[in-house]
């Protein structure tokens, strides 16, 4: 059984920082993409960034690009988001993101975490 475990999330005043992490544990051969989707209340849910296993290669969404930066371990299955210069439009619940592939299966599929609410807010 995949699981991610995201953690982080919190209250925090506009131009503050914090960094979420996400831990993928059980069964697998190997994690591809890893990254960082959010959902604010009334809209869809959207890429904030992601990273690839090989080369670390990184892709930001225009709207956090220069305020965020994703990282990655890769032998510890966990993936970062640091969100420094944070915005009130900025609250959202954060989802973790992985591309894996579970032992068992020949493929690679899609896993999400629960989510963990970020809110900007003086």
């Known amino acids: 059984q995949v699981q991610l475990a995201e953690s982080g999330g919190g209250l925090v005043q506009p131009g503050g920082s914090l960094r979420l992490s996400c831990g993928v544990s059980?069964?697998?051969?190997?994690?591809?993409?890893m990254g960082w989707y959010r959902q604010a209340p009334g809209k869809q849910r959207e890429l904030v960034a992601h990273?690839?296993?090989?080369?670390?290669?990184?892709n930001y969404s225009d709207i956090v690009k220069g305020r965020f930066t994703i990282s990655r371990d890769n032998a510890e299955n966990t993936v970062y988001l640091q969100m420094n210069s944070l915005k009130p439009e900025d609250t959202a619940v954060y989802y973790c993101?992985?591309?894996?592939?579970?032992?068992?299966?020949?493929?690679?599929?899609?896993?999400w975490g629960q989510g963990t609410q970020v809110t900007v807010s003086s």
């Open positions: 990273i690839t296993r090989r080369a670390n290669l990184t």
């Open positions: 993101y992985a591309n894996l592939m579970p032992v068992g299966r020949f493929a690679y599929l899609d896993y």
């Open positions: 059980g069964s697998i051969l190997s994690i591809d993409v």
